[in-house]
């Protein structure tokens, strides 16, 4: 078992930054790649970012490229999401999670663990 805590969520103006958290307990965190989801009202659930076990391979979703940088720590067993020029559209919550695969976070349905959120708020 894994679990999940984010943190780092907050209110913040349109073209700030916020620099997200999740910290993992239980299972070796070294071994899963990790991502990080997020949902915004009324919409589905969908993948911004993803980093390999090792933080050799990273994947970002179009909408954040260049401005949001996905990185880890296996020895604090932390992964993080750093995001810059933020706009309202990224408001959302925000999701941790773990995956045995990096290519499982392209479907959220093969997620093997997650977070239980943290909530992001851009205003213009």
């Known amino acids: 078992q894994v679990q999940l805590v984010e943190s780092g969520g907050g209110l913040v103006q349109a073209g700030a930054s916020l620099r997200l958290s999740c910290v993992t307990s239980g299972r070796a965190f070294g071994g899963y790649a990790m991502g990080w989801f997020r949902q915004a009202t009324g919409k589905e659930r969908e993948v911004v970012a993803a980093i390999s076990w090792n933080g050799g391979s990273t994947y970002y979703a179009d909408s954040v490229k260049g401005r949001f940088t996905i990185s880890r720590d296996n020895a604090k067993m932390t992964v993080y999401l750093q995001m810059n020029s933020l706009k309202p559209e990224d408001t959302a919550v925000y999701y941790c999670?773990?995956?045995?695969?990096?290519?499982?976070?392209?479907?959220?349905?093969?997620?093997?663990?997650w977070g239980k959120g943290t909530l992001v708020t851009v205003s213009s």
């Open positions: 999670a773990a995956v045995r695969q990096i290519i499982q976070v392209m479907d959220v349905t093969s997620v093997d663990y």
